[in-house]
């Protein structure tokens, strides 16, 4: 006699919706043929009335449903329930759903995981007050509500690209980071041991928004940020983002780069904790390499440094010492240190403050008695009134033709005493007679400029030199010698806007770094880019050993 085949009993406890789509007749009969007959449970009815059962399958909610789950559980304790009733909840919070993610250790050298950053609001109120920067986020953000518990309301979902999104959201909700992804998701289905991995369409890729924050000295904010360059930036992807220098730079953001001039050991220190705390964000420039050019000596010792071959012209720095002391002065002769009137007297702090740029031309021994140690005595060397400044921006060089100081003749120095402020040489009708808006006056057209190709090998020369993206540099020809050029200083983020299309420019180079950020460290997140020891910029955030940007 043919041995009987056991049969199993198999409950399920769905929700209306959920039955009609997983109790399928496709189902019923495979699983009847192999001896499994499943049975609906009337939830309607006590679970401990129903039966017999080998096995209970559910999903359904609620504390009324645990308890008959767990009476049932207790008469019947051969009987599989799946899944434990408080393993599920943790699943029907959309915070607590993920937080399982980061606990696991799974080791692979071909691919790493993680789960998008996001934020739990519970309070209506502080959607109106939120600002999602200083939570860590950024739009393009994904707002689903807080509760995932396959209801239709559970799956209302909306991608917030500003504000004005965020008040129509109703608490409790969850603002998810939007990562792009190629509009592709794929759904893993797991069943006991069994993995399936299928693929969807999914959100399209939302074009990636850059944060740049910006540090500046009032002056140089309002010089530099122009609606020109905010509109132009916005309409590429850039938000351009003012820092408070008033509050702590950990407290804001996030940025995706960091752009600053100002100065002092605390600054730094603020841009050494976020660096280290946030070491994906370009810093631009190390402060560091920009002190170097604070100083209107050691500005200058860098050209020295620099070894370009060209056949058709050389270059130097004038000839130039410093002054420390208000004593050395009165007992400087100026011959013995090389120079000869007349000689231009620079403060030897540049730091872009209105005193920095009070300059003279001194003629003799009686404008000497008029200076404030310390003070640079750089030799004047007659140039035809023309000075050349070379902006550079990263890898982009931009030489333009100015208006300097005349020419001074032996005739006419010995017709001039004392001193003469640039203010005064220039007979300029503006309230600021700074050298750098002095030098930027008209275009002289006579004056031929250098050869492009060797002003770029200086600028080339310059930024690897000093490790600064950021900077110009003026650049006279010596009469003396017609295919002798003298670098006669170095400026840190110098007057962009006075750089004709700086517009665009500065935002190329905005997308060029923050986009070759991007790529490198998606393509070394294997070897743990986060993991890695920050730097400030040349900092790409990935491999210590990186260059990251260009220089």
Request: charged share 30%.
């Amino acid at each position: 006699m043919d041995e009987v085949r056991k049969r199993y009993g198999v409950g399920y406890a769905l929700a209306p919706k959920k039955e009609a789509s997983f109790v399928q007749y496709s189902l019923v009969n495979l699983a009847k043929d192999k001896g499994i007959d499943l049975i609906r449970i009337d939830p309607n009815k006590p679970l401990i009335d129903q039966g017999p059962f080998d096995c209970v399958l559910h999903k359904l909610y609620g504390q009324d449903w645990k308890n008959q789950l767990e009476e049932y559980s207790s008469k019947n304790p051969n009987v599989l329930i799946i899944d434990d009733p408080e393993a599920i909840e943790r699943l029907r919070s959309r915070i607590s759903m993920l937080d399982v993610v980061k606990e696991l250790e799974i080791e692979n050298k071909t691919a790493s995981f993680g789960i998008p950053k996001q934020i739990v609001i519970y309070e209506s109120k502080k959607v109106s007050e939120l600002e999602i920067e200083r939570e860590g986020l950024r739009f393009p953000v994904i707002a689903k509500p807080l509760v995932a518990d396959g209801s239709a309301t559970s799956h209302i979902m909306s991608l917030l690209f500003n504000n004005d999104g965020l008040n129509k959201l109703k608490p409790p909700i969850v603002l998810q980071e939007f990562v792009n992804h190629g509009g592709v998701i794929f759904k893993v289905y797991v069943v006991g041991e069994y993995v399936q991995c299928v693929k969807r369409k999914s959100l399209p890729d939302v074009r990636k928004r850059y944060g740049v924050g910006y540090a500046l000295a009032p002056k140089k904010e309002a010089s530099f940020v122009q609606y020109s360059l905010v509109n132009l930036a916005k309409d590429k992807g850039i938000d351009l983002i003012r820092i408070d220098p008033n509050k702590p730079l950990i407290d804001q953001g996030p940025f995706d780069c960091v752009l600053h001039k100002l100065y002092g050991q605390d600054w730094k220190n603020q841009l050494e904790e976020y660096s280290s705390k946030n070491p994906n964000v370009l810093i631009i420039d190390d402060p560091e390499a920009i002190e170097r050019l604070r100083s209107r000596i050691s500005m200058l010792d860098v050209v020295k440094e620099l070894e370009i071959e060209n056949k058709t012209a050389s270059f130097g720095i004038p000839k130039q010492i410093v002054i420390y002391e208000s004593k050395k002065v009165s007992e400087l002769e100026i011959e013995r240190e090389g120079l000869r009137f007349p000689v231009i007297a620079k403060p030897l702090v540049a730091d872009g403050s209105a005193t920095s740029h009070i300059m003279s031309l001194l003629f003799n021994n009686d404008g000497l008695n008029k200076l404030k140690p310390p003070i640079v005595l750089q030799e004047f060397v007659n140039h035809g009134g023309v000075i050349f400044k070379v902006y550079v921006v990263g890898e982009y060089v931009q030489c333009v033709k100015r208006k300097s100081l005349p020419d001074v003749t032996e005739e006419k120095l010995r017709t001039l005493e004392g001193s003469l402020s640039f203010s005064q040489i220039s007979n300029l009708n503006c309230n600021e007679k700074m050298d750098d808006q002095y030098y930027e006056m008209m275009n002289s057209e006579d004056a031929d400029m250098p050869p492009m190709s060797f002003i770029v090998d200086i600028a080339n020369g310059l930024r690897k030199a000093m490790k600064l993206h950021f900077f110009n540099f003026g650049v006279i020809r010596d009469n003396r010698v017609g295919n002798m050029y003298l670098v006669i200083d170095i400026n840190y983020f110098p007057g962009y806007a006075k750089m004709p299309g700086y517009e665009s420019v500065l935002t190329d180079f905005f997308l060029d770094v923050l986009n070759k950020k991007e790529k490198d460290c998606e393509s070394r997140k294997v070897g743990g880019c986060e993991k890695e020891e920050s730097k400030l910029v040349g900092n790409n955030g990935c491999g210590e050993d990186d260059v990251g940007l260009p220089v």
